[in-house]
């Protein structure tokens, strides 16, 4: 009796360590799904947010040079306006010393453009 109850008693010994290890293997599996999940969430929220950096760096990079052309264009029209207000000088210089009325039209047409533009 004494050895029957000794075999029962390691035989329930020996099931319930195989419960745990089956336990254990099975909540393994269930903590690697867990970190494997984990982890393609936080890649995913690493790539979203270098996507959203890289529209923000773009967004500023055209911002830039827009402004950079809109600022170019406005010193393209400032040169304009002040070549052709020293063409219209020097005109004005050759007709008041030729007398020549044509040049004088010309400077006072440059110079009307130049107003014109300006408003």
């Known amino acids: 009796a004494y050895e029957i109850s000794q075999i029962i008693q390691n035989q329930v010994i020996s099931f319930s360590f195989f419960l745990v290890r089956q336990k254990s293997r ?4 269930e903590m690697r799904r867990f970190v494997s ?3 393609q969430k936080y890649i995913l929220h690493l790539e979203e947010q270098q996507k959203i950096e890289n529209q ?9 040079k827009a402004d950079k052309l809109n600022y170019l264009k406005s010193k393209k029209a400032f040169l304009q306006a002040d070549i052709t207000e020293n063409s219209a000088k020097e005109l004005s210089n050759k007709a008041e010393s030729s007398k020549n009325i044509s040049l004088f039209i010309k400077a006072n047409a440059l110079l009307r453009d130049i107003k014109e533009k300006n408003i």
């Open 26 to 29: 099975h909540l393994f599996r």
């Open 56 to 64: 923000k760096n773009s967004e500023e990079s055209r911002k830039r």
């Open 37 to 39: 999940s984990s982890r």
